[in-house]
């Protein structure tokens, strides 16, 4: 706790806003029925109602209550982009470590099969491949995964190769230990910071990805609320000068600003830079 | 050039000289209040272990500190002028001019993409002392007063084009470029093998004395530096310990620190008590290695007997490192067969048992790339014991405790430590007893004192005897230093460019008649006579002639 309290004391005030910033938002999609006022599929009124003390934002194109969705667009835009980022983390980080310890073919073939992929498109390999296996939360996050993990696995390998080199992982190779034993004790725990600090990034572009795949109606499917989809469905709006529809994409910059701000501070401290 | 001064009124003179370094946000002294006088053409030795902060002298009598560093009190007068606190453009225009700089890695400081010549002529064309042709010819005369070999043409070769001492003649003929009243040169041969340095050493030291130039010469290696100053000052943590002369420095030194540094050199391995022939561990047979086509090693062979120590020297490239590798299976041998208590090894080490791996440790060098920053002590030493001898819970503990002991550190202190929160010596040590968990017959030290200052070295090789000792340990010790073999090996194993040139036991090895090659390797170690060097160019004259 006391070093807790040290770390947050040491943040710059961008770091500090940042950490905030998430931390509002954690709380907020983990007590969002709690939070909002009515629920997230109910039609409580007329559609596009003006902001009033009972619908704070006004309601939707279909009279949900806008405030209501917003709140649990962030549960649902948030575990999604979560999970799919740390299933790509999972995936790029064993095959990127896999590479760079065995090295030869292996290397050879995994570095290939990556190229390949990240050689097409992203967003339109996302498409294709949704429409082949269906437009569900399960589907949607292992493909971004698999395709997030490319660039995992890329930076993974990158930082790995450095590692392998040194002295101690040699020593730890003619003493005859095993390859995970190698990978999990050895070499992840020299890789972490680089890839902890990755990790906030490539949140902030599955979140992308996620909001606009929903944009495109191929993310999160309604009813579920998500932020991609609300500015969608209320995109009209905007032609009469409201701007309730922009509000969920103001959710998704201050994010991603907020994220980028503290990725920033980490690797400020990773790479021990002087300010 | 015309000067105000009177020509004995001092060249460079620092007065009360503080520097601080930032650590963890708080400012602590490197240098503390360090006075020093360099008269016009004196060459003044500055002497110290690592982090008695001589580099950052070096670098404050130019006016500059590296970052993170500040000047915290004090003067340095270069020639009159103030340069602490000077406006940059001042100091930047006597850098080169009037004050260069020969850093210890020349590779490092010259730019790969340029030729060298063009690297040379920059600044005096810069600064409008010469023409192009003009600092070309002049590039030429310097390379021949530094004795490179082709002078007329080795300038218009890149740098990865002539060889480590090579470029660090060329790198002091550019800092001559302008005839600078000046030069620091920072270890300059440090990184250099023996017999090369000779080469460096003695270039340097008639170019300077016959163009008059002033020098400061940073150097951890006394004898060294009484080869090449006029007076010595030697430095301890950011203080002054002593300043002389350099032959009353090294007849008379007055400070116990002097001393002990001075007898550093002086240690042995004390005698046997059995002289009777010990047994052979590992027998070692017309070994052949390579790397893809290029070959490294040809036809080695030799015995290492149980329980003495048996040195590998030879000069970087000779293929010292490799055979180390070879015996470990990590390079696996092309030809011949490596031999352990009358059992062949099999040559990689994938294919050995986890019985024959424990067998064989080594320790390492660079006892920061050796250790995992991430690891504790505790692990790093506490997993081989586990892995190799299966003890867990209070037997692994007390079984790790009891290594820290035997290397001589606390276990109460020490045991929880990251390796960042270690020095170099704790470090190598714990690198020992990493490869002692395992229990091993036969230990290979690949160069465990070369990155260690004099006096842990020497702590070092004391500890090194001792487990022999106590253990019947066996050493197969790779090294380029003469003064360690001197001091603990049994027998000696001359390797060069890939092959066995000379081995028997010490004593034979160095009492004449030698191996030319020996010779050469003997002659080139410097010793503490300030005349050595004089004297070896002077043989060397008369034999060629």
Redesign the interface.
Known sequence: MASLIRTVKGMPPTALFGAAVIAIYVLVAVFAPLLAPYSEREVVGDQYLQWSAQHWLGTDNLGRDMLTRLIFGARNTLAIAFFATALAFVIGTVTGLLAATLGGVVDQVLSRVVDIIMAVPGLIFILLLLTIFGTGIVTLIAVIAVLDSTRVFRLARAVAFGIVA???V??A?????GLLWIMR??IL??AAAPLVAEFGMRFCFVFLTIAALSFLGLGIQPPLADWGSMVRENATLITFGDITPLLPAAAIALLTVAVNFVVDWILHKVSGM?D | MPRQDPPDAPLLSIRDLRIEGKAQDAWLPIVKGVDLTVKRGEVFGLIGESGAGKSTIGLAAMGFVRDGCRFAGGSVKFDGIELIGAPRKLRRGLRSSRIAYVAQSAAASFNPAFRLIDQHVEFPVLRRLMTRTEAEADAVELYRKLQLPNPDEIGFRYPHQVSGGQLQRAMTAMAMACRPDLIIFDEPTTALDVTTQIEVLSAIRDAVQSLGTAAIYVSHDLAVVAQMADRVMVLRNGETIEEAPTRTMLSSPRQDYTKSLWAVRSFKAPPRQDAAPASTLMKIEKVDAAYGEHKVLSGISFDLPKGRTVAVVGESGSGKSTLARVIMGLLPARGGRVELAGKTLPPGYRERSKAELRQVQMVYQMADTALNPRQRVREIVGRPIRFYLGLTGKALEARTRQLLNDIELDPAVYLDRLPSELSGGQKQRVGIARALAADPQLVICDEVTSSLDQLVAESMLKLLVRLQRERDLTYMFITHDIATVRAIADEVVVMKEGVVVESGPKDEIFRPPHHPYTELLLSSVPEMDPDWLSRLTARNENTTV
């Open positions: 040194m002295d101690y040699e020593a190779r003619v003493r005859g230990e004790r050895e725990p020299n002087k």
